[in-house]
């Protein structure tokens, strides 16, 4: 992969490895690029990490403990594709496990506060179906979910 032009960078109080930690362990094909250490500069403890770089499949990211003057809000979040239900449900589970919240319509926050929207596939396609009665149903029915389960969306369809 060539040099990645616009990177994302996650502001973390001192948890960057513990989140890159879970972040890579929950996707294939996710890896840790290069680890950054606080030198006698600072701000932080020497030989302290200061940034990973890391990559989600084919996304980089760089995590830094920046300390406790910034954190996540809604305002951003990353939206991860699932091609079915069963990737939904990992997903869903690994990134709200140890003090993560449930948020609406596929919306989630991870144990760091990072917002995460974990999007089947198949509701895309439902929501742009050109029979809008069809597409308005099934926008309902993810309204009133908060992990979206495909089959909801799938009766909601069929109900007209």
């Known amino acids: 992969m060539g040099q990645q032009k616009i990177t994302t ?5 001192n948890q960057a490895e513990e989140a890159v930690e879970l972040y890579t362990s929950v996707f294939d094909d996710a890896r840790v690029i290069d680890i950054q250490r606080y030198g006698e500069a600072g701000p932080g403890p020497v030989d302290s990490v200061m940034t990973i770089t890391f990559e989600l499949p084919g996304q980089r990211f760089i995590a830094l403990n920046g300390g406790p ?52 596939r198949a509701l895309h396609e439902l929501i742009g179906d050109p029979d809008k009665a069809k597409a308005s149903r099934v926008m309902s029915a993810m309204l009133g979910m908060k992990k979206i389960e495909i089959q909801g969306l799938l009766d909601a369809a069929a109900a007209g």
């Open 69 to 120: 003057e910034f954190s996540f809000t809604e305002a951003i979040s990353l939206s991860v594709d699932c091609a079915d239900q069963e990737e939904v449900d990992t997903l869903w589970a690994k990134l709200t496990e140890g003090g993560g919240e449930e948020g609406p319509c596929g919306w989630l926050k991870d144990r760091f506060g990072l917002s995460w929207q974990i999007v089947p």
């Open 9 to 13: 960078f996650l502001w973390f109080n």
